[in-house]
Nanobody, 121 residues
Framework: QVQLVESGGGLVQAGGSLRLSCAAS????????MAWFRQSPGQEREFVCA????????TYADSVKGRFTISRDNAKNTMYLQMNSLKPEDTAVYVC??????????????WGQGTQVTVSS
C-alpha cells in the first residue's frame, strides 16, 4: 500500500521561506509523477506544481512560478517543495500526490493528508 506523508509546514512571515517534504512508502516511487496541491477553507483544491519521472520535466501554476521549486530524490523516495518569497495568499494546506504527470486532480490516485502553511502579513 502506498503512503504519502508531508512535513515541513509552519508559520512564517511574508517574504520568508519554507521547505516541504513528501516521503513516500511502497513500490516504484521512481515510476510515477508527483505533484503538490493546496486548499484553503471554503475554496477548491488548487494545483501548485508537478514533476515527472525525471527532474527535467516540471510545471507550475502561474501564481507560484518563479517563487516555488519542486524537486525529487528517487534514492530517498522523497519529493520536496521549496517555497520562497511567501505571500499571505499562499496560506493553505499543502498536499502531495502521486500519479500521472498533469495539472488536474484526476491525474493522481494517491494523496497525503497535508501540512499546514500559514503566512502572516
Amino acid at each position: 500500500q502506498v503512503q504519502l506523508v508531508e512535513s515541513g509546514g509552519g508559520l512564517v512571515q511574508a517574504g520568508g521561506s519554507l521547505r516541504l517534504s513528501c516521503a513516500a512508502s511502497g513500490p516504484a516511487f521512481s515510476s510515477y509523477s508527483m505533484a503538490w496541491f493546496r486548499q484553503s477553507p471554503g475554496q477548491e483544491r488548487e494545483f501548485v506544481c508537478a514533476i515527472g519521472l525525471t527532474t527535467g520535466r516540471t510545471t507550475y501554476a502561474d501564481s507560484v512560478k518563479g517563487r516555488f521549486t519542486i524537486s525529487r530524490d528517487n534514492a530517498k523516495n522523497t519529493m520536496y517543495l521549496q517555497m520562497n518569497s511567501l505571500k499571505p495568499e499562499d496560506t493553505a494546506v499543502y498536499v502531495c500526490a502521486r500519479g500521472s504527470f498533469g495539472t488536474r486532480e484526476n491525474s493522481y490516485n494517491y494523496w497525503g493528508q497535508g501540512t499546514q502553511v500559514t503566512v502572516s502579513s
